[in-house]
């Protein structure tokens, strides 16, 4: 019965043009190696027994005359018009394995049917771990010592084994970005037995013994030749691929990071001893002293050569040093070499990050720890990497920072000059740990990151509960417990494909204000570590506000600060380890004009912890300079209570200023001390330029105030919504995370009504995208165009953009209380918005039009579905309207031939 079951299915499918070709070549089960040939049997036996039944279907669809064609999506093409949606999915699992079906075929025409036919984990090659074949995953061979002919024998069995799979992808046009894990996977050490036969393969403590003989973690060193000698073999063993079309681009290790190693500005590093991680530090100090004369003057040592230095040594500048030298290591030499040298075996591959969403994501207030991750992606500047992506996850019962976040990431990363992506959507909620996102929240994300240049976001389509309890769901089963979230996705890909923002949209402007950082800083001691990490950790928090999104982070060693400077009115900059070079800048930047909020230092020091002045344009002559050895490893201290003595506008509301270990400045002559300690000695001083800050305020409101202080005194409005300029279009999102419940419902539903602005005169038509019509409110205002009548309810998005067609009439001088929900033109009604109003407001606007005269033109304004309160005749529009109700405005033209009949006229049947 089960037989007959089973061929009454498949002459079904076969009847319906449900495509038994694809299903019996896409044949997948979660058993040990060998099931794919299994399942193959069992495929041709089932169309064996459809084209016994005689319906013919299955030999047509075996010709591929009924077989659905489907076109293999061009990466490179389609990320030059807009960010590419990604799934992650794992081939056979549960489908097989939990749902009980034969095969999984649904599963990819559901790939294709929300998101772009693209898989994260779709194959996965590793050195270690147990091999699962029927999920696409594969061990490779001992590549140090296998000859040739075995691994030549492993490539064949591999891509037999694969063959099914490969084939079924091949029919449904579904490319792979295949997962490597190779040595560094998640902070903990993932090299295989046979690796570990090399000498000194194993990281040691900074005494020289290896990890696992003083109880810490074990971990490979990452400056082994023989590491990169391996991947070498090992992309060298996979590249049969290389000519294979589902083979598209590489994860080329998952989530590498330092996890639990102490990096902080507290206590020792946990590692560095390894003989060649010492060789790689003693360069790094060579590169960055020349001499050791320069390092001894400055670290009270007597070095005779840089080779004498151990990594034990407990002088402050060697620590620091080492500290900054290892935290660049994950990045700075592994990711950068892994990628490189997959593109030099696979040319074509595309390469892809998994990082963490960085080393101070995992900072509390005031504990200098962030550096256990040492994950700095900035240092994939000039990189082979094509994308950079990272695991982007916010806890959201805690601290919402999901635009947050995403400001301060990809804001270091603009400078990169690469796309940015996200491998890992996830949240923390209702007790679970690593959940996908809601669908305004993905929506929101995506619109954001076109600021940003977002080039792949991944459908993340499973869920963990408890304690890393994997159950990996069929494609979007997972997802449907978010509803409406795989038709977002669906709805996302549809709306950037047609607006081809990365065509249309121009260059991204930058925002008016910025916020300098340097990675040089990562371990000044003067702040016991604070200054660059735990500020970059508060920054999340704070830019999760809209009224911070006018803010850019700027980092100095990947940015062009030059450029970026000449666009900006003021810089906010952390004036620690700074190049330079890069005070120079801001020297030119201030005499020119431009404004500066300075977070000074207990001693400032450049890039190299050399003691400098301060610059002659700051407000004072000199710091007190504090002991730099005195203060290394030191815990923060508590902040000390200042005195405001002269209100500034950079202070309003700041009051009792909390500073972190205030210094005291000598003034310049005309300096206002701003703020002093109780005995009067000035800890804050002020010129028309330059605020300097002698400590820093670790109090997240007081630094919200003095933001939004340093707002005002540049003269800069903070945006009430969230506000993407571009050349030509502007995005605005009227995004506020704190304005959700826990179940994702608005608390305050009251929309935001106002204006935004565009550069350039609008000689032009301006269209809003998402809903798809015509903005037919606006005025230019010197070299800019101010759109009217803006109206965005709690999460709603609107995107405008100018097109190259002639000026369409229009209304202008539109109070800021009217929002206007869409508008509509016509023949007879040249211009129709509907619109409601925040007060009760007298209007005083006009019409524009170049194709009609005054005294052809008429207007009236109606309530939806109600009588007009108010009509009138040529360009100037005066009337009244109450706080609450709905509109609509229009004109008309005067001769319209049928206004009697017209449903518009005398049923305001708009809509």
Known sequence: MESSSRQRRSSLDARSGNRPLTRRTFLLSSSAAGAFAALQSLGNQRLAASQRKGSGSAAALDSGSVRRVHARLNWHETLRRRPIFTVDYWPGVPAVEHEGRPEISWDLEHIRAYADPVGLRTMQFVLAGDPHSAMGAFRVPNLLDSSDAEIAAWQKATKAKLEPLLKSYGSAALQSVLLTQAFQNSGGDTSPEWYRSAKDWEECDLEGRPLSQVGGRVMACMLHPKMYEVLHRFWKAISFLKDEPVLLGACVDNEPNLEGRNLSSVGLPQFGGNPHTLRAFRQFLERTYGRIDELNQLAGTRFRSFDQIQVSDPNWLVLTLLRRFLSTIVIGEYQRQAAAIAKQHIPNLVTVTRLVSGYWRNTPQGQPRAEQLGVEATLLKDSQVDVIAWSQWWQSDEQPELLGQLQVTAGLLRGVGKPVGVTEPMVGRWGISHMGWRPHEVQHFAYRGLYYRLGMFNVHSWDRSGFWANYNEPFGMALSQRPGYLKAIRELRDELDWMAPYETFGKPLMPPLRILVSRNARHFPGMGGYLYQNWLRQLCGIMEDAEFSHYEILEEQTNDLSTALKSCKGVVVVDACLDPATRSLLQNFAQEGGRLLVIGAPSLVDSHYRQTSPQASYPISAVEHADLSAI??????????????????VWAGVDPLQLCRPTTLTLRPGAL?????????????????????????????QQKKLLAGFSRWCGVVPPEVVVSTFENAVVAQHWNSRNLRYDGTVIDKTPWVGTLRMPGPASCQIRELRRDHPWLAYHAEGAETVLEGIRLDPLEIRVFRKEKAAELPHFEGL?????????????????????????????????????????????????????????????????????????????????????????????????
């Open 632 to 649: 290394e490893g030191k815990e923060v201290p508590r902040p000390v209570q200042c005195v405001v003595r002269n209100p500034h506008p």
């Open 673 to 701: 001390p701003v703020a002093v300690l109780g005995d009067g000695t000035p800890v804050v001083a002020a010129n028309d330029q330059v605020v300097y800050l002698g400590g820093f305020p670790l109090d997240i409101a």
């Open 815 to 911: 109070p800021e209380s009217l929002g206007f929900a869409f508008w509509w033109r016509g023949q007879m009604h040249p211009a129709t918005g509907r619109f409601s109003s925040k007060t009760d407001t007298k209007v005083q606007a006009r019409f524009v039009s170049s194709k009609h005269r005054a005294a052809e033109v008429g207007w009236y304004v109606c309530e939806v579905a109600g009588k007009r309160v108010a009509e009138g005749k040529g360009f100037e529009i005066r009337f009244e309207v109450a706080a609450g109700k709905e509109y609509y405005l229009t004109t008309l033209l005067l001769d319209h031939p049928n206004q009697q009949g017209c449903p518009l006229c005398q049923r305001s049947a708009f809509e």
